[in-house]
């Protein structure tokens, strides 16, 4: 199993491009989620999905879309890229309340 | 989500000395994860704590769950280098979100 896939692994986009992150995972879970982290700031939820079809806004949905058109891919698009999305944003898989599979990471400067 | 706090937000200690990370909640959790993130690195899951009281162990990492399940600590023994890197505590209140504390940062000065 390649787990959870993210690309790109570095992006960089001037202010109000659009953008999508891709993230794909092999090992049939129901729950996806993507992250961003910023210094000091944890890991926080940006939106998530309990499975196709279905997703959900976590706690800084602003800026982001999400669709769940498959049970493995789950991409995350930056409408029109601002300096303030500059970060590392982080995909991620589980079952239920399982282990959390992270992928890679993305990192991503807005100019 | 659950919220959940964690302190220290950083910690520094000479390799050979312990180091306790807290994680708290002002609501019950239903359950509490610890993950490891190593610099330039994602985060990796640890260990899940589920009963009220419990206590794992992983080698030299001690992991607890407060007895009103409202708190958790991880502690580990006679540090070392490879231990740098973020610790992350997370719930799952309603199995539909996995809230993340804000982690502690260790550095393991040899």
């Known amino acids: 199993n390649a787990g959870v896939t993210q690309t790109p692994k570095f992006q960089v986009l001037k202010t109000g491009q659009s953008m999508t992150l891709q993230c794909a995972q092999d090992m049939n879970h129901e729950y996806m989620s993507w992250y961003r982290q910023d210094p000091g700031m944890g890991l926080r939820l940006i939106h998530y999905?309990?499975?196709?079809?279905?997703?959900d806004q976590g706690e800084v949905p602003n800026g982001y879309n999400v669709s769940r058109s498959t049970t493995e891919d789950f991409p995350l698009r930056l409408l029109s890229a601002a300096p303030s999305q500059t970060s590392v944003y982080f995909c991620a898989s589980r079952k239920t309340k399982e282990t959390q599979y992270f992928g890679p990471g993305t990192r991503l400067l807005v100019l | 989500g659950q919220q959940v706090m964690q302190i220290p937000q950083y910690q520094h200690v000479q390799e050979g000395e312990d180091f306790t990370t807290y994680c708290n909640s002002s609501?019950?959790?239903?359950?509490i994860q610890w993950y490891k993130q190593r610099p330039g690195g994602h985060p990796v899951f640890l260990i899940q704590?589920?009963?009220?009281?419990e206590v794992k162990k992983q080698k030299r990492l001690t992991f607890q769950f407060g007895e009103a399940k409202k708190n958790s600590s991880l502690h580990i023994t006679a540090t070392q280098t490879t231990d740098v890197g973020t610790y992350f505590c997370?719930?799952?209140?309603?199995?539909?979100?996995?809230?993340f504390g804000s982690g502690t940062q260790l550095t393991v000065l040899p």
């Open positions: 609501t019950t959790l239903s359950n």
């Open positions: 704590l589920v009963k009220s009281g």
């Open positions: 999905s309990v499975g196709a079809g279905i997703t």
């Open positions: 997370a719930s799952s209140g309603s199995a539909r979100q996995l809230t």
